[in-house]
């Protein structure tokens, strides 16, 4: 079992809808991450969350909206979606984030697929 | 601007095989690789990592080669099993970053 928590595993939904994609972590990292990941192709980086604070935004369009609750937890508001926007979406969690290169835990992901 | 790659997208192999994926990179600031192992439906986990200041490092069936000269990283993987059966991806870090690149993938098919 992964360490990094996703909810929900699928998600369907409509152009006009809005959801969020949540992610949690009890490892004590404080560095997170959202990746976009379409079928057979790398991760893509899409937000950094250093010390709960927006450290990094990958020209992300305004349609997806990050959010840090605390150190344990990230979300992913999504609205006003467009179909290319359906891919796998993981988040991941690194120990710290100002110490150089070090492995990342990631989530299983959540499925999505906009109608 | 610079990037990771892969020679061979797949990698057919038959049980009881060494499997050997490789990587390219050509960024000379890259100091730390990773390998990760991604299987349908799953997220990325990690294998195995090595830092510059290193050539080679083993784990449990598995090694990491790097060889700094032609900026080429592989991952053996010994005596290969069903289970090894996934997309393996390699990841540089650039000195004084904790920010990933990640190569394109290589699928590893293994035949029992």
């Known amino acids: 079992d992964t360490e990094v928590t996703q909810t929900p595993k699928h998600l369907v939904m409509g152009m006009t809808n809005k959801k969020s994609l949540k992610c949690e972590q009890h490892?004590?990292?404080?560095?997170m991450y959202w990746y976009k990941q379409k079928a057979k192709k790398p991760p893509e980086l899409m937000f950094v969350?250093?010390?709960?604070?927006?450290?990094i935004n990958e020209s992300v369009p305004s349609r997806f909206s990050p959010e840090c609750p605390n150190s344990s937890l990230l979300n992913l508001h999504l609205h006003a979606l467009q179909p290319e926007d359906s891919a796998l979406y993981l988040c991941a969690s690194s120990q710290e984030a100002d110490r150089g290169g070090q492995p990342q835990h990631f989530g299983d992901g959540t499925r999505l697929s906009i109608l | 601007g610079e990037s990771v790659g892969l020679h061979l997208p797949t990698l057919s192999v038959q049980e009881g095989d060494n499997s050997i994926i490789n990587c390219a990179y050509s960024n000379s600031a890259s100091d730390y690789f990773i390998w990760y192992k991604q299987e349908s439906g799953k997220g990325p986990q990690f294998i195995i990592d090595?830092?510059?200041?290193?050539d080679k490092r083993q784990g449990q069936r598995v090694t990491v080669l790097l060889n700094k000269t032609v900026k080429h990283l592989s991952l053996q993987i010994a005596a290969t099993q069903p289970g090894d059966s996934a997309v393996y991806f390699c990841a540089e870090t650039e000195r004084g970053s904790y920010i990933p690149t990640f190569g394109r993938g290589t699928s590893l098919i293994v035949h029992p």
């Open positions: 969350y250093s010390y709960e604070k927006l450290s």
């Open positions: 490892m004590g990292h404080r560095a």
């Open positions: 090595i830092r510059s200041n290193m």
